[in-house]
């Protein structure tokens, strides 16, 4: 499984765009990129994914270089509500490869 | 939104104790997955569950931990004989065939706490 490296902190305060950068240099062809967030006490929750270039939902988005060996989530405008852990994980989509996570970036929103 | 449900939220057991964790996945997913987290650590993975059989656990699901999938909706995880270390939040997720942009679901969790 390609490994990733991401910060272990970041302070933002309210209202202002995040990005998060995860390095994966070992990934491999069929791997996808996702990340996850998880709250105190909660599971963690589904953001986004991708494979390649830019993919934009109605949380996030996830940039993805040509050489995919690093992905840098971009979180608009974040509220108090945003303060969470943030997982980047990266594999193959396979149930028989199960997600497994590093330690997260830990975003607190200052007022 | 469809959930993944874990029953109870939290269990307060003694050392040496059976438990049983109760977790009913999304009806159409396929593939389910215990993970847990002790407090303050990282996300562990436990075990990947498909087709009615393990497909993958992990160093940490031993002899003491089993899972099954009894009557087709509800997806349990045993612990035989807890210790103090097995004291954690388990989670429950389910996936349903592996494509891109859907992941995992994960549930809100069970606090085990073991005395």
């Known amino acids: 499984l390609a490994k990733t490296t991401q910060p272990i902190s970041m302070d933002s305060y309210e209202g202002q765009e995040v990005n998060i950068t995860c390095s994966h240099n070992n990934i491999a062809t069929n791997d996808y990129i996702t990340w996850y967030q998880q709250f105190p006490s909660q599971g963690p929750r589904f953001i986004i994914q991708?494979?390649?270039t830019k993919v934009t939902n109605e949380v996030a988005s996830l940039f993805i270089p040509a050489d995919r060996k690093s992905s840098t989530l971009s979180l608009p405008r974040v509220s108090l509500s945003d303060t969470a852990v943030y997982y980047c994980?990266?594999?193959?989509?396979?149930?028989?490869?199960?997600?497994?996570f590093g330690k997260g970036t830990r975003l607190s929103v200052i007022a | 939104e469809p959930e993944v449900t874990q029953t109870p939220s939290h269990q307060v057991t003694q050392m040496g104790q059976e438990v049983i964790l109760r977790c009913v996945p999304i009806s159409n997913h396929l593939y389910f997955y215990w993970y847990r987290q002790i407090l303050g650590q990282k996300v562990e993975f436990l075990v990947s569950f498909y087709n009615n059989e393990i497909s993958e656990k992990s160093e940490i699901f031993d002899d003491q931990f089993s899972v099954e999938r009894p009557d087709g909706s509800n997806f349990t995880l045993k612990i035989r004989s807890t210790k103090l270390e097995d004291s954690a939040m388990y989670f429950c997720?389910?996936?349903?065939?592996?494509?891109?942009?859907?992941?995992?679901?994960f549930g809100s969790g069970t606090r085990l706490t073991v005395v």
């Open positions: 997720a389910s996936s349903v065939i592996p494509e891109a942009n859907y992941g995992y679901t």
């Open positions: 991708g494979y390649k």
């Open positions: 994980l990266v594999g193959d989509g396979s149930g028989n490869t199960p997600l497994v």
